[in-house]
């Protein structure tokens, strides 16, 4: 790796941080209720929702309001989105005449969606309609990451708040994510896709003849529209099979840094937001700056992990100095990289190159990314609420440790809270890994395998952590449109979305309700470098405790394996 990929990085990253900051003061606006340049257009497309939908936006909720309002939504969103799969063959936008798509792998498709997450078991452009895909899976692009954010503002207003009983309103909340963060900026990621040749169309798919004299089919569709959202709103899947590696998805260069920067702009942007939204820049800095630490870490052993020889094949008599496979060349290790890293760190889980394809330590990282619940940044909202959730970890070490009752931005932590944050750390966790256990006890798990041994372990694991971490992104070598896999991994799915989201909210009714206590000299400072350090800490360590026994069975074991010469 050159200094200038070095270089290169940095200054992307560094970009990127930039303009989050611009947006997340935007953002901060936007909740708030603020007046700004927008209004005057969008103000009124606002008040006829309302309308429409009988919503009183002066009205807030409790937040058992707020949970079951969140709950309805979702619920409503799997039913008319598995029945347009299911329908799809009688429905028109269906050029290639698609049929219905099976009942467990609509349901899966379904939940996937809904909950932010973009699992496929399936090949879109082989089995999903235009209409399914702008109608059904665009539209929950959008809701899926606009209610996530509103849970993650909710939990805000929970610290903001001193003896209140309200913590918003959802309905509003969702309505403002969309119109004024989630459709501006699609529209403008979509156009500089399409400027760098991303598809947009509505004709038919193409048949062409290859130099072989053979006949290739062709897939087209409206793929920039849908594109700009899954990433914007870290939604992740593709529109094709092999999502931003097709060169339909993700076509040059500029292409890709405009997609990687999608990732990563709303979830930097609302660490950023919450600093803004508490008046207390330095505490989002150092939030910011805690995650920033782990994704660095995350990255910096995926790169070396790549660019370290492969002992197998140098064996074999040739010599490598990075590992190509699975990667496109116009990304190179780099940047296939960054994404990698990017898309598990947040709940995106698209991907411009195969997770499958990667060095054992890399793998490794992107299964931790996902098993701590993708709090690097994390996901639209919900990715910053398992952050706070690390964070109430921690004050409560830190209040063990200096004999004070746990405190965080002037609320102090009880019982409730720490039994609320638990239960959402743990939940997710545990059912990903007993899921795998059954998954490599039964016959319908292991039939889906490609490969044996450690990496089918991670195989596996993989899949499980992607769902209970609402990712979304595979390994790729597991074959997982199946009644088992769909079934099983939908349990994942909707343990990871209402095991973080619903903890969160009872957490934020909770905080909005007490007092504000004063600092003193005896308060753990929160905006220093020793709280990005405990954070940090506590997170690794506990991802360690958690997941160290099996990742020694998988990726560890085949790492292992892989410098002593062995493949799988």
């Not at 009983?165 to 501006?184: A, F, Q």
């Not at 006890?441 to 089918?456: D, E, I, K, M, T």
């Amino acid at each position: 790796m050159s200094v200038y990929d070095i270089i290169a990085l940095a200054v992307f990253l560094l970009m990127t941080t930039g303009l989050a900051v611009l947006l997340g003061g935007y953002m901060k606006m936007v909740f708030s209720g603020e007046i700004f340049f927008l209004s005057p257009v969008i103000r009124p497309v606002e008040r006829g929702i309302y309308r429409l939908c009988g919503i009183d936006e002066t009205k807030e909720m409790f937040w058992k309001e707020y949970s079951l309002g969140f709950i309805i939504f979702n619920i409503a969103g799997i039913l008319i989105l598995g029945s347009l799969q299911m329908l799809q063959g009688m429905l028109p936008l269906n050029p290639q005449n698609l049929p219905g798509v099976k009942w467990d792998s609509a349901l899966n498709t379904a939940i996937s969606f809904v909950t932010n997450t973009n699992w496929q078991g399936y090949g879109g452009e082989s089995t999903m309609s235009y209409l399914t895909q702008m109608a059904g899976l665009t539209v929950q692009n959008f809701v899926s990451a606009g209610i996530g954010m509103a849970a993650g503002v909710a939990l805000i207003r929970g610290f903001t708040r001193r003896e209140a009983k309200t913590i918003g309103n959802i309905w509003v909340d969702l309505t403002r994510s969309v119109l004024y963060v989630l459709i501006p900026l699609s529209i403008i990621a979509a156009v500089l896709l399409m400027s760098q040749g991303v598809l947009q169309t509505f004709h038919s798919y193409v048949t062409a003849g290859t130099l072989e004299g053979g006949k290739q089919l062709i897939p087209l569709g409206p793929a920039a529209s849908q594109i700009a959202i899954k990433q914007l709103g870290t939604n992740g899947g593709g529109f094709f099979n092999v999502n931003s590696a097709h060169p339909f998805e993700n076509p040059t260069f500029i292409s890709n840094l405009i997609e990687n920067f999608s990732i990563l702009l709303i979830p930097m942007a609302f660490v950023f937001m919450f600093g803004f939204m508490l008046n207390n820049k330095k505490q989002g800095r150092a939030v910011f700056l805690s995650m920033t630490v782990l994704f660095i870490i995350g990255l910096s052993v995926i790169l070396w992990s790549e660019y370290k020889p492969n002992h197998a094949l140098t064996g074999s008599g040739f010599y490598f100095t990075e590992n190509m496979e699975g990667k496109e060349l116009r990304f190179g290790v780099p940047w296939s990289a960054l994404w990698s890293q990017s898309t598990t760190s947040t709940s995106n889980g698209s991907v411009n190159s195969m997770h499958d394809s990667y060095m054992p330590l890399s793998g490794m990282v992107n299964l931790f990314n996902m098993g701590i619940g993708e709090v690097i940044y994390g996901g639209a909202g919900v990715g910053f609420i398992g952050f706070i959730f690390y964070v109430i970890l921690s004050m409560f070490v830190v209040g063990l440790m200096v004999g004070r009752t746990p405190e965080f931005m002037g609320k102090k932590f009880g019982p409730y809270e720490m039994s609320m944050s638990m239960i959402a750390l743990i939940l997710p966790m545990i059912t990903a890994v007993i899921l795998s256990a059954v998954a490599v006890s039964v016959q319908p798990g292991l039939s889906g395998l490609n490969n044996p041994s450690s990496h089918g372990l991670s195989e596996i694991l993989y899949a499980y952590f992607s769902c209970a971490g609402n990712n979304g992104s595979a390994f790729a070598g597991l074959n997982a449109n199946t009644v088992f896999y769909n079934t099983t991994l939908s349990v994942a799915l909707l343990t990871g979305r209402f095991a973080t989201v619903i903890p969160a909210l009872a957490i934020a009714g909770e905080l909005a309700s007490k007092k504000i206590v004063p600092e003193s000299q005896a308060t753990f400072p929160t905006t220093g470098i020793l709280f990005v350090i405990v954070v940090a800490g506590v997170i690794i360590i506990m991802g360690a405790l958690t997941f160290f026994p099996v990742f020694a069975l998988g990726p560890i074991l085949e790492h292992l394996s892989l410098n002593s010469g062995g493949t799988f």
